[in-house]
């Protein structure tokens, strides 16, 4: 077998090219340092294995009077000026990767094909020694008939060019084109490709999308917008609608401190004003569940501030309730009260206010009184490894100290006044005997203390430490 290589090197060269294209399979796609090393060896030998044969690839072939030999010899030798382009492609596009990443991919490709034309026409030149002039001339002729043939596709792949040297958009980014909003899944040479949040797949031309407006939600990064409109009677106080939206903005405790959120009046009319809460949360995922709470909070903090939301139906004869009462009618515990005993329930109850940062209730205390928050925010407070976590924040109409009135226990939560807060305090000695009588509002209440155990279990236990895996390369480099 050594004897035949050595007789006759082309074999060797064959093996060689052989041996490339099996390496390059083989290796994986994480040795692509490897992948490189080898490529460049190889084709380094492969020239070394032409060059000492006398095949100069600047040259036609030699053996002219040998068929078979001369074809073999012209066959490696345009073989080396694509060997030779395909290393050259190889290495510019790991240059490219570690500094655009794979944004540079639709340029990477671009560079390629010039390089394989350019070495395709050098073949036809030395190899087979072609009119190089009369090629030219008939593949610009041909290029021009083919490029108004695809005018279309031209577009899109110069659009995807550009659309990648000035990256408005990158993968995984959150976007809208044209009002189609989705994440970029992938850029090719003909399109853009966005994942929306039905979970269906758009397809949007790049040349469309170079004249498009774009919305980048994903720059800056880990910071995404969220808005929502309150529409609310025209006769409601400016001040008073913004001072209990601003306390709905702070009871959404996923909206982030920086940039800080506002609350602003965005249009008023005789039939109506309108006003916006904006602010950023962290992820895209976030927005729509902040969207809803935002609405929930606004309209719970106005309804306690005594405004409502603007409705066409609305009807100035509407019963006027106190605020126990009201509080009684929206809260979903008491709502299975009769309107009577709601009104005797109402007589019951006693306003107390909490400055901003005083305890309302300590973890551990036990309480002998159900508060039901009249308007504010409060903050609940756990102990996760010694240090402080505020594992959320309370509202109009939800209530605090369930745990006392049932099961004479404590939460291991410390419920404080984020904001200045209105409550109304229940004491158990009327409270206990209504639950007794009543099982649902038992039940209920007995429901909303089982979920914050559980909440409260869930955030303070310890993760478990998952031991990592180690193999024998590990193994040995620790012994090394």
């Known amino acids: 077998m050594l004897s035949l290589l050595t007789e006759h090197p082309l074999f060797s060269a064959l093996i060689l090219i052989l041996l490339d294209l099996g390496l390059w399979r083989l290796i994986s796609s994480r040795g692509s340092e490897w992948k490189l090393l080898v490529r460049v060896l190889i084709f380094a030998l492969f020239s070394i294995v032409l060059f000492n044969e006398g095949l100069n690839p600047m040259e036609p072939a030699p053996w002219a009077d040998n068929v078979p030999l001369h074809l073999a010899a012209t066959g490696l030798q345009i073989g080396w000026w694509l060997f030779g382009a395909r290393t050259l492609t190889v290495l510019i596009g790991a240059v490219m990767m570690q500094r655009v990443g794979h944004t540079g991919r639709l340029l990477q490709d671009l560079l390629g094909a010039v390089i394989f034309l350019i070495a395709i026409i050098a073949a036809l030149a030395y190899v087979l020694d072609l009119p190089v002039k009369g090629v030219l001339a008939t ?50 040479w003909r399109a853009t490709r966005l994942q929306t949040s039905q979970g269906s797949m758009a397809v949007i031309p790049n040349s469309l999308a170079a004249k498009a407006k774009i919305i980048n939600f994903s720059r800056p990064s880990n910071m995404f917008g969220v808005s929502v409109s309150v529409p609310v009677s025209p006769h409601a106080r400016p001040s008073s609608v913004i001072e209990a939206l601003e306390r709905a903005m702070q009871g959404c405790r996923q909206l982030l401190d920086t940039p800080a959120p506002s609350v602003s009046l965005k249009s008023s009319a005789s039939g109506g004003a309108e006003y916006e809460i904006s602010g950023f949360v962290a992820s895209m995922g976030e927005k729509r569940v902040v969207r809803n709470q935002l609405f929930d909070l606004a309209y719970r903090h106005l309804l306690a501030s005594g405004v409502n939301l603007l409705s066409s139906n609305e009807t100035s004869a509407a019963p006027q309730l106190s605020r126990p009462r009201a509080l009684l009618e929206s809260s979903p515990i008491f709502s299975t009260l009769r309107a009577e005993e709601k009104d005797t329930f109402s007589q019951n109850m006693t306003l107390q206010t909490f400055r901003a940062g005083e305890t309302i209730l300590a973890g551990g205390e036990v309480s002998d009184h159900l508060f039901i928050i009249e308007s504010g925010v409060v903050s609940v407070t756990l102990k996760r490894h010694g240090a402080p976590l505020e594992s959320g924040r309370m509202g109009p109409g939800e209530v605090i100290g369930e745990a006392g009135i049932l099961s004479d226990t404590a939460l291991p939560a410390d419920f404080s006044a984020k904001t200045f807060c209105a409550l109304y305090r229940i004491e158990k000695s009327y409270l206990k005997p209504c639950l007794d009588a009543r099982h649902d509002i038992h039940d209920a209440m007995q ?34």
């Open 139 to 188: 593949s610009g002729a041909l290029a021009i008939i083919v490029g108004l043939a695809l005018q279309s596709t031209l577009s899109d792949v110069f659009s995807g060019i550009v659309l990648n040297t000035t990256k408005p958009y990158q993968l995984d980014d959150w976007i809208s084109i044209d009002g189609t909003e989705g994440r970029v899944t992938d850029i090719d």
């Open 447 to 480: 429901a909303l203390l089982d979920f914050r155990l559980h909440k409260a279990q869930s955030l303070t236990e310890e993760t478990p430490v998952v031991a990592p895996k180690r193999g024998f390369l590990q193994w040995l480099r620790n012994r090394v």
